[in-house]
């Protein structure tokens, strides 16, 4: 699950990091109240959505005057919002935040994530702060640090301290910058994180702040974070996926005309791979997992169906956990159903295939069986090319 700025905020404030005065608003006129409440004679609003490169999009205002905040505010709220992070959606934009603009001295980057390759929570810091730090890595390696965190010992001061000198911070603020560190390690582990960056992490008289913020949690573990659920704005993210979530099936959008239905993340990937090296193109991830059910594969078919792109559908299911036949009886249910108009070509293989290829065939539905993944593959981008 991604979260909002003034969340994660939120957040960071709880854990100890200091982070500047800040209200939303979701009206204008509410805008306005919050720079009166926090006040000083520069504010900073910032548009409240799920992507990054708000300022490059007009998200991210520095105003002079309680009446510039209401009319930033005002430009913003109730608009979709276009950035480089958005994939081409439309983000829509019904909360901003501000908060007292505040003289940078020097702006800094520090990040926290899992770290497959050496099985370690691990913090990424730069003192060039501020920009992409893909950037940075490409073209100043030497200016990142990294502290790779055993899981045993825990976060170390003395670790933070080697990052803090090595960035050039001076002895008070490394003692700031291991605080702020021992907070996001703490605030990582109690809410099952699975990213937070504060960038930029700068220096404001002479004090480290968060000025901008991410968070991001696993959703694996939103059973026991009841708190992070509540926080979670679905306007911000795809209606097919939020609906998808309801099933607990794993879907997502993608640009193509070829609905893919599959059973295992690995397959699905697979299948979209040998759909695109046949020269078609996936419309869609989806991922029925192991539980499949007559009733998940008919919403499975509503999702697929719910793009008017999808000129084909490829069901290919290998039964290792579900049996063949029982996914072959949700599949001809769902057909029925949903009144599939678009070709549907499937491939089964595994427990009791023979039987579901029986059943499949004896339907009098126009299923197109395939022999293996790669025949499927073919069979579904011909079916689009009307061949």
């Excluded at 209200?23 to 990054?52: C, F, L, P, Y």
């Excluded at 193109?281 to 192991?290: C, E, I, K, T």
């Excluded at 008017?308 to 159903?337: L, P, Q, S, W, Y």
Aim: aromatic letters at 6%; a negative charge; one cysteine or more.
């Amino acid at each position: 699950m991604n979260f909002h700025e003034y969340q994660a905020k939120q957040l960071f404030a709880e854990a100890g990091i200091p982070v500047p005065p800040g209200r939303v608003a979701r009206t204008a006129s509410e805008a306005a109240d919050a720079a009166k409440a926090i006040g000083g004679d520069h504010w900073v609003v910032k548009a409240q959505i799920h992507a990054g490169g708000r300022g490059k999009a007009g998200g991210v205002k520095l105003v002079k005057t309680i009446e510039e905040v209401r009319d930033a505010a005002k430009a913003m709220l109730g608009t979709g919002m276009v950035t480089y992070q958005s994939a081409g959606r439309a983000m829509p934009v019904n909360e901003v935040l501000i908060t007292q603009a505040i003289e940078i001295g020097k702006e800094l980057y520090i990040s926290m994530l899992v770290d497959r390759s050496t099985k370690t929570v691990t913090f990424i810091c730069s003192a060039e702060g501020g920009i992409e730090i893909e950037k940075v890595a490409k073209d100043n390696p030497e200016a990142i640090h990294t502290v790779h965190v055993d899981y045993v010992e825990g976060l170390q001061p003395y670790a933070c301290r080697k990052v803090g000198f090595g960035m050039g911070l001076d002895a008070r603020q490394v003692g700031q910058l291991t605080k702020i560190m021992q907070g996001m390690y703490s605030l990582f582990n109690q809410y099952d994180l699975s990213l937070i960056e504060l960038n930029p992490l700068a220096i404001c008289n002479g004090d480290l702040q968060a000025l901008d913020g991410k968070v991001n949690s696993d959703d694996n573990a939103a059973f026991r974070q009841p708190r992070l659920v509540a926080m979670r704005d679905i306007s911000q993210e795809d209606d097919t996926e939020v609906l998808a979530s309801k099933f607990d099936l794993n879907y997502v959008t993608m640009d193509g005309n070829i609905g893919c239905m599959v059973n295992g993340a690995g397959l699905a990937m697979a299948t979209m791979d040998v759909i695109s090296l046949n020269g078609g193109s996936p419309a869609n991830f989806l991922d029925v997992g192991g539980g499949a059910t007559k009733a998940r594969v008919t919403e499975a078919f509503k999702l697929i169906l719910s793009s008017d792109k999808v000129k084909a559908i490829f069901v290919n299911i290998f039964g290792g956990i579900v049996r063949c036949d029982m996914i072959a009886e949700g599949i001809i249910g769902a057909v029925k159903e949903v009144d599939v108009k678009v070709p549907v070509i499937v491939r089964l293989e595994g427990t009791n295939v023979e039987a579901g290829k029986e059943l499949l065939k004896n339907s009098g539905l126009a299923i197109i069986p395939a022999d293996d993944i790669n025949d499927g593959a073919k069979k579904a981008v011909a079916a689009v090319a009307g061949k």
